[in-house]
């Protein structure tokens, strides 16, 4: 869990793409003007102690150091007895073994997401349908997931809903699903953009907000692959295009081959 938010806190910076999120410049700003003033106080005194100091304590620890022949053998010893060692040969098959289990990450990073060095637990949550009723991504496990946080104002989370809806209508019946989540939106707002806009995929609610908190606290959309164990294996901040041939096979295959 704790690599899923700490990776999600680098995403933004890491990939650009578009996406809807609170800028802070005013901070960066202090924390880069503060460092450089504290480095140009202390910059010149330690460089005036380490010059006389370090030449001089080397110079005269350095014969009383010499006449230790007993390193040598006490070294020679353990490299003897480290040589014989098979570990690398016993990492190869579980290093193979971790490559194909994510036999997707080639796949998906060429599509611009994050890969998860191993599928990772998320917090559980509670959002509502469109119909009012409570649930959560657990609801969907024996699936895998497009998790999508999104919202009616935000311009680049809307470029990407007709996309969606391609991949979606596309593995419709499989073991594949779309929960896609509005952020601190009422169900009025929602209830009216969907009206003027065809969309079928499922749609949930998230009225205050604090579901998506842990999850878009970066900006949106953004977007999480659940495996069937509801796990995150790959993420992505910012909006792409999900009906090309490369993204509706790659979900399709993960519908058919993860366990």
Do not use: H
Not at 51 to 76: G, L, R
Not at 110 to 117: D, R, S, T
Not at 228 to 253: C, T
């Amino acid at each position: 869990m704790r690599t899923v938010f700490a990776t999600i806190a680098v995403l933004g910076a890491a990939l650009a793409l578009a996406s809807c999120s609170n800028d802070k410049p005013a901070d960066e700003a202090a924390a880069t003007s503060g460092p450089d003033q504290s480095s140009q106080t202390s910059s010149p005194a330690p460089v005036e102690k380490e010059e006389p100091v370090a030449p001089a304590a080397q110079e005269a620890k350095a014969p009383q150091e010499q006449p230790a022949p007993k390193e040598e053998p006490v070294a020679k010893a353990p490299q003897e007895s480290q040589q014989p060692a098979p570990a690398p040969a016993a990492a190869a098959p579980a290093a193979t073994a971790v490559q194909d289990a994510l036999w997707y990450a080639d796949r998906f990073e060429q599509l611009g997401f994050y890969v998860f060095p191993t599928p990772e637990p998320i917090p559980p949550f509670t959002v509502k349908t469109m119909a009012g009723a409570d649930t959560g991504a657990e609801a969907l496990k024996g699936k895998v997931v497009l998790l999508n946080f999104w919202a009616t104002w935000c311009p680049p989370c809307k470029a990407e809903m007709p996309s969606i809806e391609v991949l979606y209508k596309e593995l419709k019946g499989g073991d594949f699903d779309i929960m896609a989540i509005s952020v601190a939106e009422k169900k009025a707002t929602v209830s009216d953009f969907l009206d003027a806009n065809d969309y079928t995929y499922p749609m949930y609610l998230d009225e205050t907000g604090a579901a998506s908190a842990p999850f878009a606290g970066r900006g949106i959309p953004t977007t999480f692959v659940l495996d069937k164990q509801g796990r995150a294996i790959a993420g992505l901040i910012g909006s792409r295009s999900y009906d090309g041939d490369d993204v509706v096979s790659l979900f399709r295959e993960l519908s058919e081959r993860l366990p």
